[in-house]
């Protein structure tokens, strides 16, 4: 008897999804040729599922700089800041980061994952309330588990709930922490921040906004959701991720916050791991200046996920509620996604198959991410693939549009 057969369970799920002949969640790439090309076993693809907003993991100066750094530096750090020392690379890009957002202090994580750890079991701690979104992402709830603070969750979306929970706790010691994200990964929502804002103001909670898929991605010069509504001052700390448009890997929280500085010696997924590499601190930092300095990316960016998610809509194909990059398409069961996801492949577009429990209200999702890289062709390809896809299972009757829901 295995020590691992506890997981049974998830062996049997597994083992049916690989029955079908796949294993989408083991997908190897024999190439990565670009932002949006790469080949999987042997054909062409169109990459659609990848967070690389804005199409930066092969431009030249980025790579050009992390060629530098790393021959100039070595290829890692081999240990943690707090042990082993910082480098420059670290101070510099929390300089600059803290510059993009305007906020006095930035840490930098090894990762986006880390990052969420770090700042909430720092932030909150026994004693403490956590107000977490239903549908946050994983790195929020095992940050939550990290920190012991009481954990509330509140309906997906829902000020008013958020709210009506928050005055439940009116009286009771202990601070009180709100958690949302500024474009969810899964379905691509973004949170009614401006509403959640004033429930914030109302009770005197603390607001942190994870902006990993809205950084470069939304606000007048792409630092995200609260900038796009227009509530940053509302907002005490921000975290983010290096790994989606800034085509590298890490985290980051900013704020204003007095004594931020503390959370270097508290913080264990920041104390007790090995620090970024120089190669992708400067290629990060080459990154945030061309978010900076082009915002055409972000309007290239939009442009295309409109074209995608109008596209997917107008075929009859049920979506997220709103344009973003993020464009997920609804699937009636697990069967017909495996088999819709795997005529993707077969005809030169892939994507990702979300699957629960990774997904919200146990859905099964075609999960697409657009990036500022694709051309208007690919695009296309893309839809016409999915129209063909989609007639020979019998979803689109052809010629004829259904009415396009949003999930
Ligand atoms: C909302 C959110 N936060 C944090 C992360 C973790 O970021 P990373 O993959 O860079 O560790 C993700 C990753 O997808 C995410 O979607």
Redesign the pocket.
């Known amino acids: 008897m295995s020590i691992l057969a506890k997981h049974g369970a998830y062996k049997h799920a597994y083992d049916a999804l690989r029955a079908s002949g796949v294993d989408p969640l083991n997908v190897r790439f024999d190439a990565v040729l670009s932002p949006t090309e790469g080949v999987i076993g042997g054909r062409k693809m169109i990459l659609l599922g990848t ?1 690389n907003y804005l199409g930066l993991t092969f431009d030249p100066d980025c790579v050009e700089r992390a060629v530098e750094a790393t021959r100039g530096q070595g290829t890692g750090t081999t240990g943690s800041r707090v042990a082993n020392g910082t480098y420059g690379g670290h101070k510099e890009l929390e300089g600059a980061i803290a510059q993009f957002y305007g906020r006095k202090h930035a840490m930098v994580f090894s ?6 750890l770090g700042v909430l079991s720092t932030l909150v701690g026994r004693g403490d309330h956590l107000m977490l979104d239903a549908d ?2 994983a ?2 709830y095992d940050g939550s588990r990290l920190g012991y603070a009481e954990v509330i969750r509140f309906r997906h979306n829902n000020p008013d709930d958020l709210y009506k929970r928050l005055r439940r706790l009116e009286g009771v010691p202990g601070d009180r922490l709100i958690v949302v ?1 500024g474009i ?2 899964m379905l691509g929502d973004t949170a009614p921040l401006r509403e959640i804002a004033q429930v914030k103001r109302e009770t005197g909670a603390y607001l942190l906004v ?1 902006e ?2 809205s950084l470069g991605v939304l606000g007048e010069t792409g630092r995200g959701l609260a900038q796009a509504a227009g509530v940053e001052a509302d907002v005490d700390f921000i ?1 983010g ?4 448009s800034l085509g590298s ?3 980051f929280c900013v704020s204003d916050s007095d004594d931020f500085d503390i959370m270097r010696i508290i913080s264990r997924p920041y104390m007790f791991t090995a620090s970024l590499p120089p190669g992708v601190m400067a290629s990060t930092l080459g990154a945030l200046e061309k978010l900076q300095a082009e915002p055409h990316l972000r309007h290239d960016l939009m442009r295309n996920a409109c074209r995608l998610y109008d596209g997917l809509r107008a075929m009859g194909f049920e979506t997220g509620p709103e344009p973003n990059p993020i464009v997920a398409v609804a699937m009636p069961d697990q069967e017909t996604a495996v088999m819709f996801w795997k005529m993707l492949i077969e005809g030169g577009v892939y994507l990702n198959l979300a699957l629960p429990p990774a997904t919200p209200s146990n859905v099964r999702l075609l999960r697409s991410s657009v990036s500022a890289a694709h051309t208007t062709a690919q695009i296309d390809t893309a839809l016409d693939v999915f129209a063909e896809t989609g007639r020979s299972l019998g979803f689109l009757t052809s010629g004829r549009r259904r009415a396009a829901g949003a999930l």
């Open positions: 967070n990762t986006g994952y880390q990052a969420n946050s992402h790195s929020i994200e969810y990964s994870d990993a898929h975290v991720t290096f790994s989606k890997v890490g985290g």
